[in-house]
């Protein structure tokens, strides 16, 4: 699956503000795996739509 126009203009935006960290693209689900330094969205998937959902760090047992 390659990544859509909606994902380079996140990345590339993301980059330009010098907020983009580590970034792996996973070609089978099409999703990136995005770091930020924003406590929100330190580690985020980065969806076809260009839609950013964090993910959740699991809670401490």
Same mark, same amino acid.
């Given at each position: 699956?390659?990544?859509?126009?909606?994902?380079?203009?996140?990345?590339?935006?993301?980059?330009?503000?010098?907020? =983009?960290?580590?970034?792996?693209?996973?070609?089978?689900?099409? *999703?990136?795996? $995005? &770091?930020?330094? %924003?406590?929100? =969205?330190?580690?985020?998937?980065?969806?076809?739509?260009?839609? *950013?959902?964090? $993910? &959740?760090?699991? %809670?401490?047992?």
């Amino acid at each position: 699956m390659e990544p859509t126009e909606e994902q380079y203009l996140i990345l590339n935006a993301l980059d330009t503000l010098e907020l =983009l960290g580590n970034t792996i693209y996973d070609g089978a689900t099409g *999703i990136w795996l $995005i &770091e930020t330094p %924003s406590p929100i =969205l330190l580690i985020s998937r980065l969806l076809q739509s260009g839609d *950013i959902v964090p $993910i &959740e760090p699991e %809670s401490e047992l």
